[in-house]
């Protein structure tokens, strides 16, 4: 498609899915053939000298099939290896025209195709999906003017102010190399003893240390573009930008000990539930919002733009709805679509622009060049997930797995043997051109002062966190640092938390055995000429609000059950009337019921028909539930005798869970738990009561009177 060309991306039309349909083969009703495209009489036996003699080095067939296999991995991404892609699109609501000139944030006829993929940042690519860590959020956007990439976090802030840092970072979280544990798992040694000595990374760790870090769902997190971009308009002026994506499946976590246990019982948990929802017709959409400070307020805030490790609270500066993603279409091929994809921050569109923030800026190096080793040559934005819809044209050729075939005799610009082709484009044609920005500056290896506040912004995300909240974080931290063995490393951290919240230290501190002591906290990067190190040390800056309500998910619960998992426990003799309407009526709700039963195959209800099971308890968990639910019938008297049926329940209320029966299935709820009369457990068998519980999501005050389970 030529570049400019708009009426593909309307009226419903999606170029992108078009473009991918000619790279797209389905061997329905096809002969097996080899990669030359020869049919094959045999792939089961290899060519042999006799029945039973030595194979042949001349058989092809085999050599080739099995080439093909040695060959078949490409490096894991060095980070965000793991992780789950999906097809969507974006609809603008209203025309951002006063502040930045990108097509597809101004014409609201357009569907633009996009691409997201979501991931743990530690993890292997066969890690658990449930690891405590921040999760990627990156989208790809293939508009008219080529590919945008918002390469995002589902936590607003990050660990490092420069990028400098980021091999450390990264060093210090991956297993360590000598003895390459722990998995996908920040509790260990290295990661916080380089944190201890990072008070800048304290902002980004309250975050992985709340539920944030363990979402229920991919569908249920929040994104962050993090750095501050610009936007800019058809005047050439420039407004600052951060973006935002908001899920319309409310936003919630896991508990901790469920997390760890959805770990054995099923690490593609998310995985799983993000291609379930999208192979159900139960698209999940998140709402694009903005944050906007004019140019001339950019030194308005007590924190820096530039700071990466800052956020910009919405209660200062409101968040702006002006578009919805929705993710539509699973990918038919993982390796092709979600493995080869590659993403970029510096993948722009006339209308976006950079900030100087100094770990931004340097990962505009980092991507394209780890996609050269990962993908094997320059040549990787002809792969199909890559390719943009305007047609690639320049001067670029050959490299390895060119495809592409350019004609003529010119590669080279300017040139007249070519008719001066490929044309530059001016700014009215679309071309990309640059902020000019006035830059009047002594080159410096050096960090601004204005980036060393680094306790105020995560003192304010603690405070403004619910009881529930802040105990998790609590117990993360006691968790985390527990599992570390260098004791100063504890202490270190344990130190910092006393810059921030001293009522934070001191549990923590309690629960590690230390006293949290006030200390002169670490100064990174080179030290001043005069020796004066003062100016260098962390400090806990002024915020002009005390609490941020928008920090907390507390409120952020969905108003609907759809999408989530309710497990009926029945037997043999389960009332026929009690099962079947509720199932019913929950799935009118676009709840997803699973029957589960001591063994599989068929129960027989109380009317003597035959239902079929989903999971037994051998192959089923509470964990992978939200709530459960027990129809009566003599079928509970089968169950109250059933260990793992009682664990079932018990489980599922330590972590909080809704649990209902009706009246005649409570037996089993009073043998499972200690005390039935507690919020989020209904025996009425009233559907608006377990509708209700369910949308509440968690009873997290159970968590003050634990149950064993
Ligand atoms: Fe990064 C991948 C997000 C800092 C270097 N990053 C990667 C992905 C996401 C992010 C979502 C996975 C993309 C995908 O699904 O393929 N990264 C971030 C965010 C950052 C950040 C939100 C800070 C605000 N990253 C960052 C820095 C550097 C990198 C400072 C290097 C200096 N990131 C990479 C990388 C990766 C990557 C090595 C690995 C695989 C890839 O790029 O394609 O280049």
């Given at each position: 498609?030529?570049?400019?060309?708009k009426e593909?991306?309307?009226?419903?039309?999606?170029?992108?899915?078009?473009?991918?349909?000619?790279?797209?083969?389905?061997?329905?009703?096809?002969?097996?053939t080899?990669?030359?495209?020869?049919?094959?009489?045999d792939?089961q036996?290899?060519?042999?000298?006799g029945?039973?003699?030595?194979?042949?080095?001349?058989?092809?067939?085999?050599?080739?099939?099995?080439?093909?296999?040695?060959?078949?991995?490409i490096?894991?991404?060095?980070?965000h290896?793991?992780?789950?892609g999906?097809?969507?699109?974006?609809?603008?609501?209203?025309?951002?025209?006063?502040?930045?000139?990108?097509?597809?944030?101004?014409?609201?006829?357009?569907?633009?195709?996009?691409?997201a993929?979501?991931?743990t940042?530690?993890?292997?690519?066969?890690?658990?999906d449930?690891?405590?860590?921040?999760r990627g959020?990156a989208?790809?956007?293939?508009t008219?003017?080529?590919n945008?990439?918002?390469?995002?976090?589902n936590?607003?802030?990050?660990?490092?102010?420069?990028a400098?840092?980021?091999?450390?970072?990264?060093?210090?979280?991956?297993?360590?190399?000598?003895?390459?544990?722990?998995?996908?798992?920040?509790?260990?040694?290295?990661?916080?003893?380089?944190?201890?000595?990072?008070?800048?990374?304290?902002?980004?760790?309250?975050?992985?240390?709340?539920d944030?870090?363990?979402?229920?769902?991919?569908?249920?997190?929040?994104?962050?573009?993090?750095?501050?971009?610009?936007?800019?308009?058809?005047e050439?002026?420039?407004?600052?930008?951060?973006?935002?994506?908001?899920p319309?499946?409310?936003?919630?976590?896991?508990?901790?000990?469920e997390?760890?246990?959805?770990?054995?019982?099923?690490?593609?948990?998310?995985?799983?539930?993000?291609?379930?929802?999208?192979?159900?017709?139960?698209?999940?959409?998140?709402?694009?919002g903005?944050?906007?400070?004019?140019?001339?307020?950019?030194h308005?805030?007590?924190?820096d733009?530039?700071?990466?490790?800052?956020l910009?609270?919405?209660?200062?500066v409101?968040?702006?709805?002006i578009g919805?993603?929705t993710?539509?279409?699973?990918?038919?091929?993982?390796?092709?679509?979600?493995?080869?994809?590659a993403?970029?921050?510096?993948?722009?569109?006339?209308?976006?622009?950079?900030s100087?923030?100094?770990?931004?800026?340097?990962?505009?190096?980092?991507?394209?060049d780890?996609?050269?080793?990962r993908?094997?040559?320059?040549?990787?934005?002809?792969?199909?997930?890559?390719?943009?819809?305007?047609?690639?044209t320049?001067n670029?050729?050959?490299?390895?797995?060119?495809?592409?075939?350019?004609?003529?005799?010119?590669?080279?610009?300017?040139?007249?043997?070519?008719?001066?082709?490929?044309?530059?484009?001016?700014?009215?044609?679309?071309?990309f051109?640059?902020?000019?920005?006035?830059?009047?500056a002594?080159?410096?290896?050096?960090?601004?002062e204005?980036?060393?506040?680094?306790?105020?912004?995560p003192?304010?995300?603690?405070n403004?966190?619910?009881s529930?909240?802040?105990?998790?974080?609590?117990?993360?931290?006691?968790?985390?640092l527990?599992k570390?063995?260098?004791?100063?490393?504890?202490?270190?951290?344990?130190n910092?938390?006393?810059?921030?919240?001293e009522?934070?230290?001191?549990?923590?501190?309690?629960?590690?055995?230390l006293?949290?002591?006030?200390?002169?906290?670490?100064?990174?990067?080179?030290?001043?000429?005069?020796?004066?190190?003062?100016?260098?040390?962390?400090?806990?800056g002024?915020?002009?609000?005390?609490?941020?309500?928008?920090?907390?998910?507390?409120?952020?619960?969905?108003?609907n059950?759809?999408?989530?998992?309710?497990?009926?426990?029945?037997a043999?003799?389960?009332?026929?009337?009690?099962?079947s309407?509720?199932?019913?009526?929950l799935?009118?709700?676009?709840?997803?019921v699973?029957?589960i039963?001591?063994?599989?195959?068929?129960?027989?209800?109380?009317?003597?028909?035959?239902?079929p099971i989903d999971?037994?308890?051998?192959?089923?968990?509470s964990?992978?539930?939200?709530?459960?639910?027990?129809?009566?019938?003599?079928?509970?008297?089968?169950?109250?005798?059933?260990a793992?049926?009682i664990?079932?329940?018990?489980?599922?209320?330590k972590?909080?869970?809704?649990?209902a029966?009706?009246?005649n299935?409570?037996?089993?709820?009073?043998?499972?738990?200690t005390?039935?009369?507690?919020?989020?457990v209904?025996?009425?068998?009233?559907?608006?009561?377990?509708?209700a519980?369910?949308?509440?999501?968690?009873?997290?005050?159970?968590e003050?009177?634990?149950?064993?389970?």
């Amino acid at each position: 498609m030529k570049i400019d060309e708009k009426e593909p991306f309307e009226n419903g039309a999606n170029p992108k899915k078009e473009q991918l349909g000619q790279f797209t083969t389905d061997n329905q009703g096809e002969f097996l053939t080899t990669d030359q495209g020869l049919k094959i009489n045999d792939d089961q036996n290899s060519l042999k000298s006799g029945p039973r003699g030595a194979t042949l080095l001349e058989d092809f067939i085999l050599r080739e099939k099995i080439t093909h296999f040695d060959h078949e991995r490409i490096p894991e991404r060095i980070v965000h290896a793991r992780g789950s892609g999906a097809h969507g699109v974006f609809e603008l609501y209203k025309p951002m025209g006063k502040y930045t000139k990108a097509k597809f944030l101004n014409e609201t006829t357009i569907k633009t195709p996009v691409f997201a993929r979501f991931s743990t940042v530690a993890g292997s690519k066969g890690s658990t999906d449930v690891a405590r860590d921040t999760r990627g959020f990156a989208v790809k956007f293939y508009t008219q003017e080529g590919n945008y990439d918002l390469v995002g976090n589902n936590m607003p802030v990050f660990f490092i102010q420069d990028a400098v840092k980021f091999p450390d970072l990264i060093h210090a979280v991956k297993p360590e190399p000598d003895r390459e544990f722990p998995q996908a798992a920040s509790a260990h040694d290295t990661f916080w003893d380089f944190i201890s000595l990072m008070p800048e990374s304290m902002h980004h760790i309250f975050w992985t240390m709340s539920d944030r870090a363990i979402p229920r769902s991919l569908r249920m997190m929040e994104g962050f573009g993090i750095h501050t971009f610009r936007f800019i308009n058809e005047e050439g002026a420039s407004h600052f930008v951060k973006f935002h994506w908001k899920p319309l499946q409310g936003v919630q976590g896991l508990a901790w000990d469920e997390a760890q246990r959805i770990s054995g019982k099923d690490s593609d948990f998310h995985r799983k539930d993000l291609w379930e929802a999208i192979d159900s017709g139960q698209f999940p959409e998140w709402e694009l919002g903005v944050q906007i400070v004019a140019q001339e307020d950019e030194h308005k805030h007590p924190f820096d733009l530039l700071d990466p490790t800052k956020l910009i609270p919405e209660e200062m500066v409101p968040v702006e709805i002006i578009g919805k993603m929705t993710l539509n279409r699973n990918p038919d091929n993982f390796f092709a679509e979600t493995e080869q994809v590659a993403f970029h921050p510096g993948h722009l569109v006339p209308g976006i622009d950079f900030s100087n923030d100094p770990l931004l800026q340097g990962r505009l190096f980092s991507y394209t060049d780890t996609q050269i080793s990962r993908l094997g040559g320059p040549n990787f934005h002809e792969i199909p997930i890559n390719k943009s819809i305007p047609e690639v044209t320049n001067n670029q050729r050959q490299g390895i797995h060119r495809t592409q075939i350019n004609t003529g005799r010119v590669s080279y610009h300017p040139n007249t043997l070519g008719g001066g082709c490929p044309f530059q484009a001016g700014k009215m044609e679309g071309g990309f051109t640059s902020f000019e920005e006035r830059i009047d500056a002594t080159k410096i290896r050096a960090r601004s002062e204005s980036f060393f506040d680094h306790f105020s912004q995560p003192a304010l995300f603690y405070n403004s966190m619910t009881s529930h909240e802040k105990r998790h974080i609590q117990n993360a931290f006691s968790f985390e640092l527990g599992k570390v063995k260098t004791v100063p490393i504890r202490q270190r951290v344990v130190n910092m938390l006393l810059e921030i919240d001293e009522s934070l230290a001191k549990i923590v501190g309690g629960n590690l055995g230390l006293i949290p002591a006030k200390l002169p906290q670490p100064i990174t990067g080179s030290i001043p000429a005069d020796g004066n190190l003062e100016e260098f040390h962390s400090f806990k800056g002024e915020l002009p609000i005390e609490e941020a309500a928008s920090l907390s998910m507390a409120d952020k619960l969905p108003n609907n059950i759809k999408t989530r998992k309710i497990a009926f426990l029945v037997a043999d003799g389960v009332e026929d009337d009690a099962f079947s309407k509720m199932k019913l009526e929950l799935e009118n709700l676009d709840a997803m019921v699973m029957i589960i039963a001591p063994k599989q195959g068929f129960v027989k209800t109380s009317d003597g028909n035959e239902q079929p099971i989903d999971e037994s308890f051998l192959t089923a968990a509470s964990v992978v539930f939200d709530a459960v639910y027990i129809p009566g019938g003599e079928s509970v008297e089968t169950l109250v005798q059933n260990a793992d049926a009682i664990h079932f329940v018990a489980e599922a209320f330590k972590h909080c869970k809704p649990v209902a029966s009706n009246s005649n299935g409570k037996k089993l709820l009073e043998k499972a738990l200690t005390n039935t009369k507690v919020d989020g457990v209904s025996t009425t068998g009233k559907l608006e009561d377990i509708v209700a519980d369910i949308k509440k999501c968690r009873f997290w005050e159970r968590e003050e009177n634990p149950i064993p389970a």
